[in-house]
């Protein structure tokens, strides 16, 4: 079908009805952020029938090829910002218009774009959209900038989540004279000099926070030290800056504080009393809240012989955080709770997490609950939720439900191992039979822990056991979450779901690639499922290539994220799926816990019509923070460990390849859970070439080198704390390469174009 003639942007035409150039689809897809769907896409040329199909292929070469990246159901420019994005305010330019940046910008995307904040007079005068201001955090519409000279995108704010926080974090520097300088934690800051007076009790190297006192025209601005954290070498310290640094709110301001203290408690209205079920929370040792619950007992029901009932409880925070409170404000603000060796900062004060909203042992709380159904075979047959008041019969620990499963109960076990832990462990055997069939993504990928001394340096670090304890109340949980997402589904509710994409054609790719050389087949398609890959896991299992499989793997896979949009979980290998088992650290659960109340008619707390049309923007928020706080979690992680190892310059360590770049290696020390560099050209006498297939760097005149998961001897020779960085010299020889990266170097001498690749000078 043909229609009018057109042109998009300069001189590239189109025809209506007719699928348009890769060119024109690139530029329409930079140039319409928010127009970049493949309906959208279709709506704008006129595409019909046969048409559309065709244009599904194109765009999906233009995702192989990397051109395009897929996020949700928008596709973007790779490096591009979506079309709405949360961004931190950061300076002027020289015509005084707020200059912004994203709150999270991947280092391998390069230096993060500059974002002009457009706001009219008459918009600002009317009240029409809110005014920001340098320092704060806002979420913004993102469109592309017309006018090429200035910064790349142009943005409308659409929520201040942060107000600007006058204090700066950095070290201090003591100067002659009694004064000092403030050393900016972050690069975007700028340093400060402090006068004597203004030093408080700050001493040389100490971490402080500080304001800016006044300005100059000229020279540095002038700081004030307004409280001293301590040394920058203690731990508290290091956390203290990946909260600065990621700009987390960890400081609830009065007027939340006030509002928790005149929460109204919970009654027994729209509640049922479930007082008497004898649920148990199982949590690790030092846990301090407990959100969920769990009973299970055998299904007398002659129709489902063999079957059981397992009943999940979650806190009832919807109760007490109710949506356009201080308290639900400020906890979509910070989003999640922040995990620190040494600290949490929680999404919700301690009086509703570690109070209110914790099911203690022999203590009214209210909760909702689920109660779940299964056939022997661990089918669920059925669901229903309910709003309850309960009793919490026991608080046990992992390693102590484990033990008594075991044979080695102690006292407060011993009474419930034939009532209450037997049954449990009896339902998660059949929930089990469920999830081998289903066959989830089985990724070995174990997870260390940093154990601290009492004066905040690092102890050890170590892998905690994975008892069926864990897995248990892990299955328990992942039931719990599907029943919510399936009930909200049924009841046509808005809510926010929790999706993982398959993983992108390019990387199912260049994974394919990799797995050919180290003898592993990969079948191609872009319909490959998680038991595809637990395939891939099995074919590398007890090999040497066992660790090197689960992380390339691991890599090929998309983020899991929150969208009001279901795509289903791709890991889990789920249609649908909805976290609820945690409102006491995660807001988009309690969300889908209004959204229940809501839906289902089970009194006050449920979700509003002003929530139901902002989950778009609440979903992209909370998916934001949630990459935040990851970041800040891996960034302490490095820090400490970069500390801890400080005082080891010189020594030799055991290490394993862990990631392969064209600049060099990053080399793992599986004893400490950290990385560290190794430069290529401090690796030898050759030139090396980086194979992206082989996951590889070899010399090109020896062939030896290296490639991901070798096993290999280092030597430190820099340890960075405040960067968390670790430098390795290359002690061990490296390998001969595989017949193929040998054959791939003499192509790349014969000068046959090799994608991927670049020569690198070794030390001469």
Known sequence: MRGEADTAG??????HGAVPSREVLLRFIAENPDRASKREIAKAFGLKGEARVELKDVLRALED????QKSRKTLTRPGALPSVAVLDITTRDKDGELIARPAEWADELGVAPAV?????SSDRAKGKTPVGGLGDRVLAKIFPAKDRAGPAYTARVIKILDKRRNAMLGVFRETPGGGGRLMPIDRRDEELLIDSADRAEAKDGDLVEADIARSSRFGLPRGRVLS???SVASEKAISMIAIHAHGIPHIFPPSVLTEVETVKLAGMAHREDWRDLPLITIDPADAKDHDDAVYAETDTSPDNPGGVIVT???????????PKSQLDREA???????????RVVPMLPERISNDLCSLREGVDRPALAVRMVFSKEGRKAGHTFHRIMMKSAAKLSYAQAQAAIDGAPDDKTGPLLD?????????YAVLKRGRDRRQPLELDMPERKILLKPDGTVDRVFIPERLDAHKLIEEMMIQANVAAAETLEKKRQPLVYRVHDAPALSKQEALREFLATIGINMAKGGQLRSNSFNGILASALDTPHQTMVNEMVLRSQSQAIYSPENIGHFGLNLLKYAHFTSPIRRYADLIVHRALIGSLGLGEGGITPDEEAALDDIAAEISTFERRAMAAERDTVNRLIAHHLAGRIGEEFDGRVSGVTKAGLFVALPQFGADGFVPVSTLGRDYYIYDEAHQALSGEKTGLGYRLGDAVLVKLVEAVPLAGALRFEMLSEGREMPTATRSFHKATRRGKKQPGTRARRGRR
């Open 116 to 120: 002009a904040i457009r706001q009219s």
């Open 10 to 15: 300069d001189d590239l035409p189109i025809i």
């Open 419 to 427: 009532t209450i832990l037997k049954p449990l462990w009896h339902a």
């Open 312 to 322: 999940v409880a979650i806190a009832d925070v919807s109760w007490y955080v109710r």
């Open 332 to 342: 979509v603000k910070r989003g999640n709770s922040v995990y620190f060796p040494d």
């Open 65 to 68: 090829d990397g051109l395009v």
């Open 228 to 230: 001293v954290i301590g």
